[in-house]
């Protein structure tokens, strides 16, 4: 998510800093991975806002050659990241939140601070910028 190693590691650091100076408010540590997973995702949004990028894939290169024995070969997973990072830095922040890391509508639109119907259109939108975008390269 932070693009490199030494952001990575020192976003977990300062979440993981945090998490624990908070630890004694939490009051069912049965609670306690998914606490802990949205404190480390709020730390990783607050540094990507601070660096002004908002990116949440690296970019990917995209090989020439396709694996014809399957459609989620290698090149198709490719071309399929390389389509997220042809959209907008809203919408693919959306799609990621909800697909890769599984909140839903409202849980996003309280991390990015936009209501839940914002986040609906701009992952509806997403989804069919993506469709637009693989469907002119495919040959």
């Not at 922040?93 to 599984?102: A, I, P």
């Amino acid at each position: 998510m932070m693009g490199n190693d030494d952001d990575a590691s020192d976003v977990l650091q300062d979440a993981f800093v945090h998490a624990f100076s908070k630890l004694s408010k939490l009051n069912d540590k049965a609670l306690f991975p998914g606490w802990l997973k949205r404190i480390v995702l709020n730390h990783c949004i607050d540094a990507l806002r601070k660096r002004k990028q908002f990116e949440m894939f690296e970019n990917q290169e995209v090989e020439d050659e396709e694996d014809e024995n399957s459609d989620w070969s290698g090149y198709q997973i490719k071309r399929i990241l390389k389509a997220m990072d042809s959209i907008s830095v809203g919408y693919r922040t959306v799609l990621n939140l909800y697909v890769f890391e599984g909140y839903d509508h409202q849980e996003i639109g309280e991390i990015l601070n936009i209501s839940t119907s914002t986040s609906r259109a701009q992952y509806s939108k997403a989804k069919e910028k993506i469709r637009q975008v693989l469907s002119i390269n495919v040959n």
